[in-house]
C-alpha cells in the first residue's frame, strides 16, 4: 500500500526534479512510511511512498523492467500476483523482486494496455514507457484505490491525492462552482471532476494514456447486470459463499499483523466469520461505540467475537470528535460530507495499534441490495397512479408557491415526480426539486443549479434493466466511489493501516450480477440472499434487526456541542460573504433542526465541511 505521484512535462528540455516530486511524496508520507522512492530522467519523475506490506525487503519502487526502459509506481495489492509471475516467468520475463509491483510492468510488456485485464485486486498505478515516450495509467474495476490527474499546456500531472498535486506548485487551488452544486446535493463529488478547478479522477474500471500532450482515457471494465434465471436459490446460497470464501482468502496474504474491522453489521461480521476459517490464530477484530444507544452496535460486535473466540478490542467516541474534523478536512482534500468518516477514522486509528492490514465489510450494500432506499415506498407507488397533467398542476400551481418550511411539502413534491426524478431525489437529501430556490442568484447565474445530469447518464445505460438493478448500477458508479471507497481509503491511509474489501472482488461482483434482484430484495426483505447465507455463520438477532448504518449522532451534536460551530460556519460573517447560497434557505435549514422541528443534520454538515474546505484551501491562497 502506498502513495503515488509524478510529473511529465510537455517539453523534453523542461527537466523534473528530484526534489519537485519528493515535495509531492512528502505530503502523503502518511499513505507509505516506510520508504520513498524517486526517479526522474528528463522530463519525467515518478515517486511513491511506500507501506511495506509483501516483499518487506525488497520491492522499493519505482521497479523497472530488464532492460530499464518501462518504470512504474504503484499503489495497492494484486492478489493474483504470483501465478501471473509463474506464466511470466514461462514467456520469458525475468524478475528482480518479490513484489506484487513487478508482475504489472511484465504484464504491460506482454498484454500492453489489457494488463490490467489479468489484475485481481485494488489498485492505482503510474507506468512510464520510454520506448514510446508515453506514461500509461490505470485505477481498479470499483475505485478502491484513487488516482488524481491535471493535464494542461504545461504536461500531466498525477497524484493518489489531490494535496500531491497542489504541492506540485503547478495548480492553483481555484473551486470549480459547478462541482460544488454536486457537492451540495450528493455530499461528495460524483464522477470524473472535482471541486477544484483543472484537477479530474480517473473513473473507476478505466486507464489513461498521456503521450505527445495529448490525453486519452478509456474503459476497460463495467459490471453486467444479466439475471441468470435458470438456477435455484440453493445454487446462488452456495456459490456466493465459495466466491465470499475465496475472496477473503486471499486477502489474508500479508508480512504484517492482520485483522479486520467488526461494525456488527451482517457484511463485516461474515467477512469475520470467513477470516476465523481459514486462520490458525484468533482474528483480531476492532470496533467503536457511542454513548447514544441508538447508534451504538458494540453488543452485536461482541456476539461475533464470542462466538469464533476473536481478539476483540473496542472503544467509544464522544462529541469531542470536533477534535479530529481539521485532521478529516485536510485528509479529504475536496470537501466531504459522510460524517461516518469520522467513526472510520477512529477505528482505523485503533486499530493501527495492533495491526497493519484490517478486511473491512465495504460494499456488501451495494452488490447484494442491503440499503433501504432499495425499496419502493408507499409515496413510489401511489405516485405511478397519478396522471402526468395532475403532477404538473401540482408541481407549477402548488409547490412552486409553497414555502420550504411547508409540512409535507417533500412527500408532495415526491409524488409529483417520474421514477428517474425520484431515484435523484432520494440520493440528494430530498432537495434536488428545489433546487432553483437553494442557490444565490449570482451562483445560478454561473453554473446549471441541477444535479440530475451526471445520475441521469448513468440511470440511462441500464434504462432496460429492473428499478432494483438500475439503482445497484447507480451505486456502483456514484455512491461507492465517490464515498464509501473515498471514505475507507482516506481515513485508513491517514494512519497509514491498509483496508482490503473482500467483497468487492471483481469475480463475486461479477457474479452477484446474475443473481436475480427477486434473491436480493425479496418480501420487503433487503439483502435477501447475504442473509441466508449470514444464517449458517451468524446468530439470528443480529441478521435481521433494522439497519443502523455506521452512523454518529450529528443531529443531537449540531443541537448541543457542536451548536456555536454550526452557527459560525453556516450563518458567520464569513460564509454568508461567499454569496454561494440563498440566505433564507440557509436560515431555514439551521432554525428547523434547533427547534427540533426536522432533522437536518446531513445537510448542515454538508455546509459545515464545505466551509472549513474553503478557509483551509481558498482563503488560504487569497491571503
Known sequence: MCGIAGIVNNSSNNLVSEDAIDKMCRVIKHRGPDHTGIKCEGSVGLGMTRLSI?????????????????????????????????????????????????????LYEEYGYD????????????????????????????????????????????????KSILASGKIESVPDYQELVHYFFYGYTPDSNCLFKDIKKLLPGHYIVWQDGKVDVNRYWDVIYNPDFNHSEDYFIERTIELIKEAVKIRLISEVPLGAFLSGGVDSSLVVAMMAQEMTEPVKTFSIGFDEQNYDEL???????????????????????????????NQFDEPFADSSAIPTYYVSKMTKKWVTVSLSGDGGDEIFGGYTRYK???????SRFIPNEIKKFIQSHIISSLPLSSYGINSLCYLTLNNEEQIITK??????????????????????????????HYLSLVSNKDRLSQLQYLDTKTYLPGDILTKIDRTSMLVSLEARVPLLDHHLVEFAATIPSKFKLCNGETKYLLKKIAEKFL???????????FAVPIEKWIRNEWKDMCYELVLGEKALKRNIFNVNFLKHIVNEHMCGRRDNNYIIWTLMVLEMWFRKYIDSQIS
Not at 446468530?539 to 448504518?549: F, M, V
Open 54 to 106: 509483501i516483499d518487506r525487503s525488497g520491492g522499493f519502487q519505482p521497479i523497472h523492467n530488464e532492460d530499464k526502459t518501462v518504470w512504474i509506481v504503484f499503489n495497492g495489492e494484486i492478489y493474483n500476483f504470483q501465478s501471473l509471475k509463474s506464466d511470466l516467468i514461462i514467456k520469458g520475463h525475468t524478475f528482480y523482486t518479490q513484489s506484487d509491483t513487478e508482475v504489472i510492468v511484465h
Open 115 to 162: 494488463c490490467v485485464k489479468h489484475l485481481r485486486g485494488m489498485f492505482a498505478f503510474a507506468l512510464w514507457d520510454s520506448n514510446s515516450d508515453k506514461l500509461f495509467a490505470a485505477r481498479d474495476r470499483l475505485g478502491i484505490k484513487p488516482f488524481h490527474y491535471c493535464s494542461n499546456s504545461n504536461g500531466f500531472i498525477f497524484g493518489s491525492e489531490i
Open 299 to 329: 453488543k452485536y460486535a461482541r456476539m461475533v467475537s464470542e462466538r469464533y473466540g476473536t481478539n476483540h478490542h473496542e472503544e467509544i467516541v464522544r462529541p469531542d470528535a470536533e477534535s479530529v474534523i481539521e485532521d478529516l478536512i
Open 376 to 382: 419502493e415506498g408507499l409515496l413510489t407507488k401511489v
Open 427 to 456: 440520493y440528494s437529501k430530498l432537495l434536488s426539486p428545489f433546487y432553483k430556490r437553494i442557490f444565490s442568484n449570482e451562483i445560478s447565474e454561473l453554473v446549471n443549479t441541477n444535479p440530475a445530469p451526471i445520475f441521469s
Open 539 to 549: 446468530p439470528y438477532d443480529l441478521i435481521y434487526r433494522p439497519k443502523q448504518g
